[in-house]
């Protein structure tokens, strides 16, 4: 597609419910980042994936998260028993393969907004 | 003390004025650096990269400085349109995960 897409862009739930968020990378593009941002926070980095490569888990918080993405293509954040505390936006990204310089300039999705009640 | 550290702000400015934001990192291994703008509730987008020699797109001017270890962004004339949250993002030599700052939020008001 033209551009990240992500969905839902709004989640409500209830807290001990599990919740799936989704990421649909440019086409082409083989890194794949999901990041969480609280309100008036920064960005959290939660895990990277990389083409065929064990991904890079070390952000996520408790092992309640987890994320796969099939195909080298798209992604599945899913978080197990959520807590009000989860409540954020959750920002999933891609870039082009890893530059020689080591910097990926991403392009980011409009994001998933979770509410834990 | 934070990887990548910002001045919140907001920088609460006039139109037409220019301001300047300074980002300061703390791993000497860093880089590679950024600035992405954030507009309220949308995602971060890239604004511009920042080189050694320092940088200039139109009105923006993007330093580095790396014996200090801190970047800035210096933008001239300012606009209404400019209002955004401004976000340093660093990586660091032989990583793929760039590190976000808390970002620097401006408000330019006619």
């Known amino acids: 597609g033209a551009g990240v897409s992500q969905s839902p862009s709004n989640k409500v739930t209830e807290k001990g419910k599990d919740v799936e968020l989704r990421c649909d990378p440019i086409?082409?593009?083989?890194?794949l980042y999901w990041y969480r941002q609280s309100l008036g926070q920064g960005l959290e980095f939660l895990i990277y994936f990389q083409g065929n490569s064990a991904p890079d888990k070390s952000g996520l918080p408790s092992d309640r998260f987890s994320a796969e993405r099939t195909g080298g293509s798209v992604s599945t954040l899913t978080i197990q028993r959520t807590q009000q505390e989860d409540s954020a936006v959750y920002l999933c990204?891609?870039?082009?393969?890893?530059?020689?310089?080591?910097?990926?300039?991403?392009?980011f999705g409009a994001g998933s907004r979770l509410t834990v009640l | 003390r934070k990887e990548v550290e910002q001045d919140p702000g907001p920088f609460n400015v006039p139109e037409g004025a220019t301001v300047a934001f300074n980002c300061t990192y703390s791993n000497s291994a860093s880089q590679s650096f950024f600035w992405y703008r954030q507009d309220c509730r949308k995602e971060p987008k890239l604004l511009m990269s920042?080189?050694?020699s320092g940088n200039e797109d139109g009105r923006f001017t993007a330093q580095l400085n790396r014996a200090s270890q801190y970047i800035s962004l210096l933008i001239r004339d300012s606009k209404l349109s400019d209002s955004a949250t401004y976000l340093c993002v660093v990586n660091m030599r032989g990583s793929y995960i760039p590190t976000f700052g808390r970002g620097t939020s401006l408000i330019v008001h006619p």
């Open positions: 920042v080189y050694s």
């Open positions: 990204a891609s870039s082009l393969e890893r530059q020689s310089s080591g910097a990926n300039v991403l392009t």
């Open positions: 086409s082409g593009h083989t890194a």
